[in-house]
């Protein structure tokens, strides 16, 4: 833990905060720890500081912010579907799991759909919807007025109700599932594996142009059935990866690894309905650079 965190219970709020405005784990890290070199700053410097927490979530929300900003023109130029990078098991701040509305606002599903807000939007909404801090708070985050930060989430909120994903199975349930499609992949059965999965399910795989991976989503079910089947045949190399189970952003999912025990892809699903909806891969080896010491 820095030196600079003279507040460091704050640091899995504002942790929290910062990856799921970002998507991304180091960068989100990077984040919080400017926010708390900041408020050294401040504090030495003798600015009085009445509210820590208010204090640290702004700057903190405030660098998300610009960070998206300046991102946008690299995400536009990303090659094949983007994901969030994963948080696996230890590496969450520890509220996910409290709380079932939390662990859906950390899902990658949920995390990816939250691409379609603009920077402020996203704050605004994630502030309210997740963290629940009063309005009057965020419209000081945001440097908006009162009214505009309830526009602004009443606005997120009609785009996301619209579209998020449902999860209605119990983590048991989930994880029953997900070994199943892992076992049905890894042993070659099709029918088996179509069996699992909805007529409209989709593949999202992030490769980023760094490993390879479809660079269009892939939809219905016998598509994702030879798809996967595909992947994992031995001359494609699944004979050299070993896959383990492993929490994937609050939900079941699986964590495979090469020969040499490096990671070369993380899996997880969504579920609903008792099918498979979609299949989420993360291989681009930039987005797993943060697991390697696991």
Same mark, same amino acid.
């Given at each position: ?27 989100? *890290?990077?984040? $919080? ?56 098991? @230890? ?49 000081? $985050? ?26 209605? $199975? ?5 994880? *029953? ?46 598509? $994702? ?60 080896? @930039? ?8």
């Amino acid at each position: 833990m820095a030196d600079t965190d003279v507040h460091p219970e704050l640091r899995p709020l504002l942790f929290s905060i910062a990856y799921r405005m970002i998507g991304s784990v180091s960068e989100a *890290e990077d984040i $919080v720890q400017e926010a708390f070199l900041r408020y050294h700053r401040a504090l030495e410097t003798g600015e009085e500081v009445a509210a820590p927490k208010a204090y640290l979530s702004t700057i903190t929300t405030r660098l998300a912010i610009d960070h998206l900003r300046s991102a946008r023109a690299r995400r536009e130029e990303y090659i094949g579907p983007w994901l969030p990078e994963p948080l696996l098991g @230890d590496e969450q701040a520890p509220d996910p799991a409290e709380h079932a509305e939390l662990a859906d606002s950390l899902s990658l599903a949920f995390l990816t759909l939250l691409e379609r807000l603009s920077p402020v939007e996203r704050a605004a909404f994630l502030l309210r919807e997740v963290f629940e801090y009063p309005y009057d708070e965020i419209a000081g $985050v945001i440097g908006r007025s009162e009214d505009n930060a309830r526009q602004l989430v009443s606005r997120a909120r009609r785009h996301i109700d619209a579209e998020q994903p449902r999860f209605d $199975v119990s983590r048991e349930q989930q994880e *029953e599932l997900t070994e199943r499609f892992m076992e049905a992949t890894q042993s070659g059965d099709t029918d088996g594996l179509i069996e699992l999965l909805a007529a409209d399910v989709v593949v999202y795989a992030d490769g980023g142009g760094k490993a390879q991976a479809p660079r269009r989503t892939l939809h219905g079910r016998d598509h $994702v059935a030879r798809f996967m089947v595909g992947i994992a045949r031995p001359e494609r190399g699944g004979a050299d990866v070993t896959v383990e189970p492993i929490e994937v952003n609050g939900r079941p999912g699986r964590l495979a690894r090469d020969a040499e025990g490096r990671p070369v892809a993380v899996l997880t699903l969504d579920v609903a309905d008792g099918q498979v909806q979609a299949v989420r891969i993360v291989a681009n080896p @930039d987005k797993l650079a943060h697991l390697l010491d696991r």
